[in-house]
Nanobody, 121 residues
Framework: QVRLLESGGGAVQTGVSLRLSCAASGRTFRSYSMGWFRQAPGKEREFVAS???????YYADFVKSRFTISRDNARNTVELQMNSLKPEDTAVYFCAANKFYSRTAASWEYWGQGTQVTVSS
């Protein structure tokens, strides 16, 4: 069992940076792939970034080097650094954990409650 709690969302203006953090419980954290997804109103949940237990990273094409995912296995945390935010980045951002990497939300086993990110122009 893995429990996830996101923090760090907020309302910002275009071009600003935000850092999202996800705290995980469970002694097997380091064996899981961790990911970030987002869901905008009226849209499906979409893949943003993922990092494997070995720190291999994957990103959605729309990230275009603006976002960086990282993890600290000693602290059981995963972070998403988001730079140059745009209005289209507005969404609820979810932290997720799974035994394997996937870009499909339905494949991920554990989810946090989500944190709202709102970017205004």
């Amino acid at each position: 069992q893995v429990r996830l709690l996101e923090s760090g969302g907020g309302a910002v203006q275009t071009g600003v940076s935000l850092r999202l953090s996800c705290a995980a419980s469970g002694r097997t954290f380091r064996s899981y792939s961790m990911g970030w997804f987002r869901q905008a109103p009226g849209k499906e949940r979409e893949f943003v970034a993922s990092i494997s237990w070995g720190a291999t990273t994957y990103y959605a094409d729309f990230v275009k080097s603006r976002f960086t995912i990282s993890r600290d296995n000693a602290r059981n945390t995963v972070e998403l650094q988001m730079n140059s935010l745009k209005p289209e980045d507005t969404a609820v951002y979810f932290c997720a954990a799974n035994k394997f990497y996937s870009r499909t939300a339905a494949s991920w086993e554990y989810w946090g409650q989500g944190t709202q990110v709102t970017v205004s122009s």
